[in-house]
């Protein structure tokens, strides 16, 4: 029996596809976490970082809401969600048939029990050494051209068998999607990641 007493702040919950990394275009219901300290200035959803105005809700009443719908890929994204201890969250979505991914920028100590580690670090924290070995994927964004170097310095971390992915800030795409394309073709270790929900206008 899940205890009521462990509660998360949810910012929001919705079931979409999901638009980027290696799970692009499939059926996802994503649950967004309250609360982040990364600070990332092009951050689409700042409205996430201060957990205290988001409500808290059980874990059993966030999995209730997730069996609602078809799909049973479950993506646990924020804020930055390793703020909390996600072990309980997992296991019972697990129990209950979902695929466990997550989207982090690995600040904190990794907790949970994940299908998927998508793992996009940020400049302005860094990450803690416990995600390079979890990782199934590292998600790089990039805004300017110095974040091609620090894609690699990463890359040279994670474990061997992690997928490379390069993605284009949504603001900085005409700038840097050309950039990015031309890396991949001299470095093929690593792909392009799209933010493919936006193209198609869907959260």
Not at 1 to 22: A, C
Not at 157 to 170: G, S, Y
Request: one cysteine or more; a negative charge.
């Amino acid at each position: 029996m899940i205890s009521e007493e462990v509660k998360l702040p949810v910012m929001e919950s919705f079931y979409t596809l999901q638009g980027e990394g290696y799970h692009a275009g499939k059926a996802a219901y994503f649950i967004r976490l309250g609360g982040c300290d990364v600070g990332c200035v092009w951050c689409d959803v700042k409205e996430s970082w201060d957990a205290s105005i988001h409500p808290k809700f059980s874990i059993e009443e966030i999995v209730r809401e997730a069996e609602k719908y078809t799909g049973r890929m479950a993506v646990i994204t924020g804020g930055e969600p390793l703020m909390y201890d996600l072990d309980a969250l997992t296991i019972a979505l697990k129990e209950v048939g979902f695929q466990t991914n997550i989207e982090t920028s690995g600040v904190y100590p990794i907790s949970g029990v994940w299908d998927w580690v998508c793992f996009s670090p940020k400049k302005f924290k860094e990450p803690h050494e416990s995600i390079y070995g979890a990782s199934h994927e590292l998600k790089v964004i990039v805004y300017n051209k110095s974040d091609f170097a620090f894609a690699e310095k990463y890359a040279d971390l994670v474990n061997k068998d992690c997928m490379l992915l390069l993605q284009p800030e949504w603001s900085k795409q005409s700038q840097m999607l050309p950039l990015i394309i031309d890396y991949v073709k001299e470095n093929p270790e690593w792909k392009v990641s799209l933010q493919t929900h936006k193209f198609m206008d869907i959260p």
